[in-house]
């Protein structure tokens, strides 16, 4: 089992003058300790991640200050820009980073990020399946026909050149099982969270997934992302993340719908009362503490590391600027790190 440090905070407008500290102080920790890759995401226009609006920019920081552990976009939300922008982009982390560069892709899932490219919206999930071919292309070299200023088609290619002959590719998905069969079909990693689903539903998705890279000719690679914090004392951690956590759930209460209803149909969060909203984030909290995430002490997260290697997965990405105070979440990454050489021993 592969170890990564995942990010995609809510924002906490407290830390003005200091948003990317988290960030750089754990990438240089997991450069240092063997963690596979540092995965950063891409969002628009709201707190929820918001400190992330491109992660090849972010992408390109984490590179100048480290020199092993692979630099990844969880994800890059692909119909919003044109492939040719993203290769270039990446092309760029690649150089800078010396051939450690990755991506997934996914189709987004707030209608507000697309306000700078309205006309993908229809068509954003298949869209995603299309730019990981053409990326794919690009990168190795080829042109790509394309109309310019004045509408006279031209043929061009990406410039600087990569690193790497192949660009490493993932595609994202929050738990629909179309998307892990499509991600196999072409031969792609898959990333995916527990925010919409539970450990026995992904189960049979990575079971459709393996089924359908196997046919591509590819053994496929599963990313699963978890809550992350570590420490000695169980009823210290559970509290020290009780506050942080519950708020990071109800910002993401879209998704907690789809985990908490299944079959129902869908509901709008604007028409839920405060009290039902509580229920549900606490619920969910309960939940994800017990075996949705690495929470807690070191012998409890390897239990549930054991049961993702079962499940199939291959790498877990651990989000850990979720609101814990940055100082604290530092300091556990020596637990982390624990747990990470216990997992390679298992």
């Not at 170890?3 to 924002?11: H, I, M, R, S, V």
């Not at 309205?118 to 292309?137: F, H």
């Not at 209803?261 to 017990?290: C, H, M, N, Q, T």
């Not at 290697?309 to 624990?338: M, Q, S, W, Y």
Request: charged share 25%.
């Amino acid at each position: 089992m592969d170890f990564g440090l995942f990010y995609f905070a809510n924002d906490n407008c407290a830390l003005d003058t200091a948003r990317y500290d988290l960030l750089l102080s754990g990438a240089r920790f997991a450069d240092e300790h063997d963690f596979s890759a540092v995965w950063t995401p891409e969002r628009h226009f709201h707190p929820f991640g918001g400190i992330y609006p491109n992660p090849a920019v972010t992408g390109a920081a984490v590179a100048a200050v480290t020199e092993r552990v692979a630099i990844r976009a969880g994800s890059v939300v692909a119909p919003l820009h044109h492939p040719l922008r993203i290769a270039e982009e990446w092309s760029v982390v690649d150089n800078i980073s010396g051939g450690r560069a990755g991506i997934s892709l996914a189709s987004g899932w707030h209608a507000t990020d697309y306000v700078l490219r309205p006309e993908n919206y229809p068509d954003r999930r298949k869209l995603v399946i299309d730019y990981a071919e053409q990326l794919r292309g690009l990168w190795r070299g080829d042109s790509m026909s394309a109309v310019d200023g004045v509408g006279n088609t031209s043929e061009v290619r990406i410039f600087p050149p990569p690193v790497q002959r192949e660009l490493p590719i993932w595609i994202t998905s929050a738990g629909g099982v179309d998307t892990f069969r499509a991600a196999g079909r072409i031969g792609a990693g898959l990333l995916t969270h527990l925010l919409g689903q539970d450990l026995d539903e992904l189960a049979n998705k990575i079971a459709e997934y393996r089924a359908a890279a196997a046919e591509h000719g590819s053994p496929g690679h599963v990313v699963l992302m978890v809550h992350t914090f570590l420490g000695d004392d169980e009823d210290q951690v559970r509290e020290t993340v009780r506050e942080p956590l519950s708020n990071y759930l109800r910002g993401s209460i879209n998704l907690l719908l789809g985990s908490q209803l299944p079959g129902a149909k869908k509901i709008d969060p604007a028409k839920l009362r405060d009290s039902e909203i509580d229920f549900l984030v606490s619920r969910s909290f309960d939940r994800y503490y017990e075996d949705g995430g690495l929470l807690g002490t070191v012998p409890k997260a390897l239990r549930v590391v054991d049961r993702a290697r079962d499940l199939g997965v291959d790498e877990l990405a651990c989000l850990i600027d979720f609101g814990v105070d940055p100082k604290h979440v530092l300091a556990g990454l020596h637990h982390l790190n624990e747990l990470r050489l216990l997992a390679k021993k298992a």
